[in-house]
């Protein structure tokens, strides 16, 4: 069984940085991209970007180009994501996914909520 | 970027009614790279309809999708209450993939 399991819920000043972590099992780690999305309190869902853990290349939405960065380690098959110089507009949860061929969606994280605030 | 909008923004239906939403893309998307996705209060969005039409595993046979070029529409047969629920339409035509601002279905 393919599942997701993301790190927990963050409180983070403004200014500051979080790294958030998706740890993947149950398929080969290499085979499939994983995808970030961001969603907003009340909002619908924003495309952050991908990687693919084969050989570490990246795609990012513009408009979190400088916000976020991804990694992967294949040792743990887990994916990373940095959010950077954090502001109320980055709390939010973020949900990891993998890609299909079509280019959906299929398997998704539990979500991990970030609040900034000081 | 393809931006999709998703009508109505709320929606309410009675258990047994036929209801449809629709979501349409400001630039044409391949029926191949359109999907839906369903998302409960609390819990992360699933996939539930994905290239147009096809039924992701699990999801009961009354939910349909179809559509092209610009598009697209979900319907449900006949609402049963565990259908309460926002649904987002997901395209890909390059990147950056984009979600509509998705469609919440409420049950009388």
């Known amino acids: 069984e393919v599942q997701l399991q993301q790190s927990g819920p963050e409180l983070v000043k403004p200014g500051a940085s979080v790294k958030i972590s998706c740890k993947t099992s149950g398929y080969t780690f290499t085979e499939y991209t994983i995808h970030w999305v961001k969603q907003s309190h009340g909002k619908s869902l924003e495309w952050i970007g991908g990687i693919i853990p084969y050989n570490g290349g990246t795609t990012y939405n513009q408009k979190f180009k400088g916000k976020a960065t991804l990694t992967v380690d294949k040792s743990s098959s887990t994916a990373y994501m940095v959010l950077r110089s954090l502001t109320s507009e980055d709390s939010a949860v973020y949900y990891c996914?993998?890609?299909?061929?079509?280019?959906?969606?299929?398997?998704w994280g539990q979500g991990t909520s970030v609040t900034v605030s000081s | 970027e393809n931006v999709l909008t998703q009508s109505p923004a709320i929606m309410s239906a009675s258990p047994g009614e036929k209801v449809t939403m629709t979501c349409r893309a400001s630039?044409?998307?391949?029926?191949?790279?359109l999907h839906w996705y369903q998302q409960k209060s609390g819990a992360s969005p699933k996939l539930w309809i994905y290239r147009t039409s096809n039924l992701a595993s699990g999801v009961p046979a009354r939910f349909s999708g179809s559509g092209s070029g610009t598009s697209y529409s979900l319907t449900i047969s006949s609402v049963e209450a565990e259908d309460a629920a926002t649904y987002y339409c997901q395209q890909y035509s390059g990147y950056p993939f984009t979600f509509g601002s998705g469609t919440q279905l409420e049950i009388k």
């Open positions: 996914a993998t890609l299909t061929g079509y280019y959906a969606l299929d398997y």
């Open positions: 630039s044409s998307v391949s029926s191949s790279y």
